[in-house]
């Protein structure tokens, strides 16, 4: 089995990309010692560097490299070490100019940037293992090799090419997935518009056409797109694995649902040795420690819940963004620490120096342009040596209450053109769901829907268009077995080809809901439903309506106008030992939090009035202990209760009764015991 801790790497991970290329050389003696100071325990490097570790065709320089992992070795800072195939150098353009890569348009895009590359090129795929080889074979025996860190960010900014190594290659793919053109026919419904192929030969990418094109070929694309890259990916990692055994091998992911579309990590997350990700907050005004909380159980649930680790974010501002505001003072450790309560194995940051030129020059980083006499430098000291203090949590995983379903093939499903109604957005349903869920002070499990959902009380169905009929059948043994479901609109309605279920809707979940949609009845820009329930109190919904016909399901609110009057708006169906919930509408704040509720009761989750809201409450439990992280981020200083004594880790102090947790602080408590 593969190695999936950082080799040699015993504190829990703290530190940044290192570029020091970018950089005089006698700078880099600056950096460690300032490293150090800063509890620094691990750095990425050589991620962009391709061009200067190879000048030319072939001809190689390792020279500045050696010198800067002996440098780190020398000072006790492991190092994660990139392939740098995200940015081939501009010899290689100037050879293959058919490797940069084509938009649906036609467009061919230029170098000067990053990521620019068709993922099919046969000359970028020898040109990528040529220098993953030469760097696995330099370095596999140094001291401060830590992990391997292939690519950047596979799928940003560009996902899919569709040029003509790109069409041959899908035709490939197509031929081992279907087998005959006959069986592609029939998937995806080429009889609808005169679309039938006589050959795979005729077949090319959806490119752009007239109106909207075949949304089972589009949605093929996007599987063969990710399919692509992961074949990159796994073909560095084996020659990694072949040439450096013992060392575990990665690539950073974005999981958050704001950051990207176009990559399915339940896929990837079984082709890396350890899960790690990128994450960045959006700033939109919204909350963003919620996004944040809900990007880290994405991420450890892709990893199957073992811990993972946090390769990227930032100490305070990005670049990227239309408007980019500093982070508050606290806010950096209170993100780092929260993605630690959520199963990372530290917290690194991009980047350790902050550019002076490049794109992203006003991108805060570890060491910003102020220098060390700056807020930032003095939060970075004292993050390093509080995430030292928690070294003991290594190798714990963090307890969840409920399980999310997610499924990456449904939203590009449901993305595609010509849907019922383009106000209603998977991605929203998604991040409401998770802050009704995150106010109760549920911890959250995402997992796939043909997953093994026994050990969860409740789950969370909030959009999954396309469901296939095993994850119906999945869902259907979940409640009969006892569990408790909750499902929100416009879910179980196609199968994997995007062909709808056969009979009424919601096909794959006919059966489990106890119901049938008569018809969907999306609602005008601007226009809302009143619903009621059996007291006579009283919701609101938008967006979405539809005439729900119960069968063996109970009716618990009602549409109280619009056109779907006197209609289910919500309802509950027993089902052998457990019951199932379905809401019609969508639901503000307000209903989820109610409807939440009702389901939480029956699956026998008790309420959390006892916590105030923003105040995060996570454990993460293991051989060492059970670990109590209370993230405080409000104004206000905060009393939580604790189910037992122990010793705050952060502090040193012991805790017992009532946790005492200043405004924009954090505790962790390991429990006695």
């Known amino acids: 089995m593969p190695e999936t801790t950082p080799r040699g790497l015993t504190r829990l991970a703290f530190g940044g990309d290192y570029n020091p290329e970018q950089w005089p050389e006698h700078v880099w003696q600056e950096d460690v010692r300032l490293m150090r100071e800063a509890g620094v325990t691990m750095v990425s490097v050589g991620i962009f560097s391709w061009a200067l570790l190879e000048p030319a065709p072939g001809a190689y320089d390792f020279a500045w490299l050696d010198r800067v992992l002996d440098l780190l070795h020398a000072n006790g800072i492991r190092v994660d070490l990139g392939t740098p195939t ?11 100019p058919d490797a940069l890569p084509v938009t649906a348009d036609g467009t061919r895009y230029e170098f000067g940037s990053r990521g620019a590359i068709c993922h099919s090129d046969t000359h970028y795929r020898a040109a990528a293992a040529n220098i993953t080889t030469q760097l696995a074979t330099r370095y596999a025996g140094h001291p401060a090799l830590a992990m391997w860190h292939v690519h950047n960010e596979y799928g940003v900014p560009v996902s899919a090419c569709y ?40 077949v090319n990418p959806p490119r752009t056409t007239p109106t909207v094109g075949n949304p089972a070929q589009a949605l093929d694309y996007k599987r063969f797109a990710d399919a692509t890259l992961r074949e990159n990916f796994v073909a560095e990692r084996d020659i990694l694995h072949r040439l450096s055994p013992g060392v575990p091998v990665t690539t950073n992911f974005m999981t958050a649902l704001s950051q990207c579309d176009s990559i399915d990590y339940w896929a990837w997350g079984r082709e890396v040795d350890l899960v790690t990700n990128d994450h960045y907050l959006i700033t939109d005004g919204r909350r963003t420690h919620v996004n944040l909380a809900m990007a880290a159980d994405l991420t450890r ?4 819940g073992a811990p993972w680790l946090l390769l990227e974010h930032s100490t305070s501002g990005v670049n990227w963004q239309p408007r980019n505001p500093a982070k508050a003072p606290g806010q950096m450790a209170r993100n780092s620490l929260a993605h630690v309560a959520r199963g990372s194995e530290g917290a690194m940051f991009f980047q350790w120096r902050q550019s002076r030129r490049g794109a992203e020059k006003f991108h805060s980083s570890m060491l910003p342009h102020a220098g060390t006499d700056s807020r930032v430098w003095r939060e970075v000291v004292r993050l390093g040596a509080s995430v030292d203090s928690l070294t003991q949590v290594r190798g714990t995983r963090t307890v969840a209450d409920v399980a999310v379903l997610w499924d990456w093939h449904s939203w590009w499903a449901q993305n595609l053109q010509w849907r019922p109604s383009e106000d209603h957005d998977p991605r929203e349903r998604a991040d409401a769901f998770y802050e009704a869920l995150y106010d109760r002070h549920l911890t959250v499990d995402f997992a796939h829907p043909e997953a093994d959902l026994s050990a969860y009380p409740l789950v969370v169905v909030p959009a999954l268009y396309l469901m296939t009929e095993a994850a119906g059948n999945n869902l259907r043994e979940y ?44 609602l005008l820009q601007g226009d809302r439903v009143r619903i009621t329930g059996p007291d006579g109190s009283e919701l609101t919904g938008d967006v979405w309506t539809e005439f729900v016909v119960p069968g063996s399901a109970e009716t618990v609110w009602t549409y109280a106008d619009g056109l779907t009057a006197g209609h289910p708006a919500v309802t509950r169906n027993r089902l052998g030992e457990g019951s199932a919930w379905y809401v019609s509408t969508r639901l503000g704040a307000q209903g989820l939090d109610a409807l939440i509720g009702w389901a939480a009761d029956d699956a026998g989750i008790a309420p959390r009035a006892d916590l105030p809201r923003d105040v995060e409450v996570v454990r993460r439990t293991g051989e060492s202990g059970t670990y109590v992280f209370v993230i405080n981020h409000t104004a206000s200083d905060a009393k939580v209760p604790l189910e037992a004594s122990g010793t705050e880790l952060l502090t040193g102090e012991r805790a017992a009764g009532r946790l005492g947790v200043p405004a924009g602080a954090v505790r962790v408590v390991r429990l006695d015991g």
Do not use: K, M
């Not at 649930?301 to 199957?304: A, C, L, N, Q």
């Not at 929100?488 to 056969?502: M, N």
């Open 479 to 522: 409640v009969a077995n006892g569990g408790t479901l909750l499902v929100s609109y416009f879910s179980g309605i196609v199968d994997e080809h995007d062909a709808v279920h056969e009979g009424a809707c919601p096909g794959a979940l006919r059966d489990v809901l106890g119901l049938t949609v008569e018809e969907f009845s999306p």
């Open 163 to 202: 040029c003509e190594s790109c069409a041959a290659h899908f035709r490939r793919w197509l031929t081992r997935a279907y087998g005959t053109v006959d069986a592609l026919n029939e998937a995806w419904g080429t009889a609808f518009w005169g679309q039938r192929y006589a050959g795979f030969d005729q």
């Open 86 to 96: 995200v940015a081939p150098p501009a010899w290689f353009y100037r050879a293959h």
């Open 301 to 304: 649930s892709v990893g199957g």
